[in-house]
């Protein structure tokens, strides 16, 4: 099942969601992705668990533009890197969006530092063919390892989403002297910053 973490902007209004998926286990409730990713992405399932995440997410969109109070919202999705790396990605965007109806510009998709680490040619060809559509890239957990500032230059990206332990790190200096060498000045005009862990109150969650 998914469910939708409300995402706001600077003056604390809604912005968007990021879709999360969860397995509604008989007997254990509600088990988190992190208990069962990897054995999906073990077992192949993960193609089909991400396809079928890309077009529930879409669908919700439509929903959403229905209603005047979310039809500027956007939706953040997930992309395991399995699913970026199959042929058939680009065509498999197409269809979810085709099969819903959905607003490609109302739609983000999520990749992590360490999905980059491959041929970053061959990655920046594919996600130039998405954002052709109106798709948009975000950059999750930024900062985790695998940051390079020549490749972000390259990366068509719209939203860099910065760790959780660097947002710490901002209020504890002291306590975490790596932080300021590895963050200045962002090249200019370059992706929107998203921090993570940032609220005082639990983002709402809805499903």
Known sequence: MLHYQVQVDGEGRPTGAEALVRWQHMARGMVPPGQFIALAEE??????????????????????????????????????????????????????????????????LELTESMLVADVDAIIVKMNAIKQRGVAFSLDDFGTGYSSLTYLKRLPLAQLKIDQSFVRCAHRPQRCRHCPHHFGPGPQPGPQSDCQGVERRAAPVFG
Do not use: Y
């Open 43 to 108: 077992t192949g399932l993960i193609l089909e668990l991400g396809q079928w995440v890309l077009e529930t997410a879409c669908a919700q969109l439509v929903q959403w533009a229905a209603n005047p109070l979310t039809a500027h919202w956007t939706m953040a999705v997930n992309v395991s890197a399995s699913q970026f790396a199959h042929s058939k990605f680009v065509a498999n965007v197409d269809a979810a969006l085709q099969k819903t109806g959905a607003n490609p510009r109302l739609l983000k």
